[in-house]
Nanobody, 135 residues
């Protein structure tokens, strides 16, 4: 098992900032942040792989920054200029395993995939942390 321990989140007004953290114990091929608003499907926010490549959703690009401290095996999500539509439960996820391909942020049908064509799902999830942005 590779447990993921999240911290951060909270309530802020629009335009504010928050920082999420996720500490992993053990090897991960890639790690990312996902979010789910009430009544909506889970969506990918940003990911980083072991080569340092990042992928950020267009909905948050320019406002959110993902980073990873490899020495601490901790993933971060710096969220600036938050908007009410950013409200939701934010989950840290990781893929233990992998292959000779680049991780993806795709979510569909109730699952989130590191490689959708191969059917490789993110297989470790944190407990989630709530982010609420008021207007």
């Amino acid at each position: 098992e590779v447990p993921l321990v999240e911290s951060g989140g909270g309530s802020v007004q629009a335009g504010g900032s928050l920082r999420l953290s996720c500490r992993a114990t053990g090897y991960t091929f890639c790690m990312g942040w996902f979010r789910q608003a009430p009544g909506k499907e889970r969506e990918g926010v940003a990911l980083v792989d072991n080569d340092g490549r990042t992928n950020t959703s267009t909905s948050v690009k320019g406002r959110f920054t993902i980073s990873k401290d490899n020495a601490k095996n901790t993933l971060y999500l710096q969220m600036n200029n938050l908007k009410p539509e950013d409200t939701g439960m934010y989950y840290c996820a990781a893929l233990v395993g992998g292959g000779n391909w680049v991780c993806e942020l795709y979510c569909g049908g109730g699952d989130c995939y590191a490689n959708f064509p191969l059917g490789v799902r993110y297989n470790r999830w944190g407990q989630g942390t709530q982010v609420t942005v008021s207007s």
